[in-house]
Nanobody, 120 residues
Framework: QVQLVESGGGLVQPGGSLRPSCAASGSIFRVNSMFWYRQAPGNQRELVAGITSGGSTNYADSVKGRFTISRDNAKNTVYLQMNSLKPEDTAVYLC??????????????WGQGTQVTVSS
């Protein structure tokens, strides 16, 4: 079994910054692509950013130039540096990872989510 644990959300004023992280642990052979999604109340879950094991990245248009996704492969951890935050960035941020397990098939896992609130 594999677990994803997020941390680093919180309350921040507009224009501020946060850097949530997500660590994968358990029966892991290799962590492939990792993603950050977000979901605000009443809205569908949307992809924010993704990063491959080789470091290639992609971003939603709404966060380009403000958010940066990165990872530490040795720690099986992904980060999301969020700058110039806006009230519309308020959401639960969820981590997703495609994992090659030691004793099982490749599958994706989700974290429990971390709340990000941007408000004055």
């Amino acid at each position: 079994q594999v677990q994803l644990v997020e941390s680093g959300g919180g309350l921040v004023q507009p224009g501020g910054s946060l850097r949530p992280s997500c660590a994968a642990s358990g029966s892991i052979f290799r962590v492939n692509s990792m993603f950050w999604y977000r979901q605000a109340p009443g809205n569908q879950r949307e992809l924010v950013a993704g990063i491959t094991s080789g470091g290639s990245t992609n971003y939603a248009d709404s966060v380009k130039g403000r958010f940066t996704i990165s990872r530490d492969n040795a720690k099986n951890t992904v980060y999301l540096q969020m700058n110039s935050l806006k009230p519309e960035d308020t959401a639960v941020y969820l981590c997703n990872a495609i994992v090659d397990q030691r004793f099982g098939p490749r599958r994706d896992y989700w974290g429990q989510g971390t709340q990000v609130t941007v408000s004055s």
